[in-house]
């Protein structure tokens, strides 16, 4: 029954990398809520589906090699962007491309263009990864819940999932980034880029808005476009954060997490709780200025120097702390200087 209802809603959406599609606005309302699963529904779950299930392989008839999620963390098309891009054999299943050699110089291989040099040491590195893979005769491929390998997907343990291990923290996010004193549209942005929401590179790609061969930072740096590297690992904006910790005079361990430095910078340890809504204020300030820095070298191809970003974060930071009414009497100059000793803060 199933088989037939798939067959029905691929003949009537069409079905691209293994997936059924949403079909845009001539399909059903129906239809479209039930693809948004994929994603995820609703602020906080993310993509709870996609990241809970996984394809156990066993001849490998039944598993794309490129968009399935078999092997490793992710799919290899967001492992490998660049070769999924370049591949000419992007539907082909598991066992189709172990049967025409997947090792370094195997036919598998087969690209659009003549590799570079660097390409070929990724080959080596894809090929190394599925070198002791061994393809199980007669034993078709299955789908893992990974919530519950053993009973299997349940509502009732999907419930227990998004609502402990989201919702709650949600619910602590919400009263901390939704502060009055900081403008709503960058209250927005935060809550976006804490729940990885944010039109960054890696997240057009999985969107397919861009190809993978566009995934790298705009800086320059040769490294995908994710909310963690952008935010806290680009140079420049690890360079922003530097120049702000030099600014307040404090040092402190960069994390490797965006929701654990927003805790962490945000709530500083040693620090008065009434300095609190100031480190709150400049790390919205920082991530509001990295975004826009980003934004302008991507539409306007305008390049900001690290003197001029550090600035913007001193000047709308003062700028908010004036306008919503904060126990604030201090000038520029005071906030520009000697930001502790306008907390109160005497180190």
């Known amino acids: 029954m199933l088989n037939l209802w798939y067959r029905v809603l691929k003949a009537r959406y069409g079905e691209v990398g293994g997936q059924l599609q949403e079909g845009g606005n001539h399909s059903s309302l129906w239809w479209r809520m039930v693809c948004r699963v994929r994603e995820g529904i609703g602020e906080g779950v993310r993509h709870w589906f996609d990241e809970n299930v996984r394809r156990v392989v066993g001849d490998g008839c039944g598993t794309l090699f490129w968009y399935d999620n078999w092997i490793g963390e992710s799919p290899l098309r967001l492992k490998f962007p660049n070769f999924f891009d370049l591949s000419v054999n992007k539907e082909s299943t598991v066992e189709e491309m172990s049967r025409l050699g997947w090792e370094e110089d195997g036919l598998a291989w087969v690209w659009r263009r003549r590799l570079l040099a660097w390409e070929e040491e990724s080959v080596r590195e894809c090929s190394a990864m599925l070198h002791n893979l061994v393809l199980q005769e007669n034993v078709h491929d299955t789908w893992r819940w990974q919530l519950d390998p053993i009973r299997g997907y349940s509502v009732k343990g999907v419930y227990r999932y998004i609502t402990n291990s989201?919702?709650?923290?949600?619910?602590?996010?919400?009263?901390?980034?939704?502060?009055?004193?900081?403008p709503s549209k960058v209250s927005l942005l935060v809550w976006r880029l804490?729940?990885?929401?944010?039109p960054t590179k890696d997240?057009?790609?999985?969107?397919?808005?861009?190809?993978?061969?566009?995934?790298?930072?705009?800086?320059?740096?040769?490294?995908?476009?994710?909310?963690?590297?952008?935010?806290?690992?680009?140079?420049?904006?690890s360079a922003l954060w530097s120049d702000v910790r030099m600014w307040l005079g404090i040092s402190t361990?960069?994390?490797?997490?965006?929701?654990?430095?927003?805790?962490?910078?945000?709530k500083m340890a040693g620090m008065p709780r009434s300095s609190h809504l100031f480190f709150f204020i400049i790390w919205f300030a920082v991530i509001w200025v990295i975004w826009k820095e980003r934004n302008n070298r991507v539409f306007e191809n305008m390049v900001a120097t690290p003197f001029m970003m550090l600035e913007r974060v001193k000047l709308n930071s003062f700028l908010w702390l004036k306008s919503k009414n904060v126990s604030f009497s201090y000038s520029y100059h005071d906030w520009w200087k000697h930001p502790l000793n306008c907390m109160g803060i005497i180190l």
């Open 166 to 182: 989201e919702m709650t923290l949600d619910t602590i996010l919400a009263d901390d980034v939704w502060l009055k004193h900081i």
């Open 194 to 198: 804490l729940h990885n929401r944010l």
């Open 253 to 266: 361990v960069t994390p490797g997490d965006i929701r654990h430095h927003f805790q962490q910078f945000t």
């Open 203 to 237: 997240n057009l790609v999985r969107r397919r808005v861009i190809t993978g061969n566009a995934l790298t930072c705009v800086v320059g740096c040769d490294v995908s476009e994710t909310t963690l590297h952008l935010f806290l690992n680009c140079g420049v904006s």
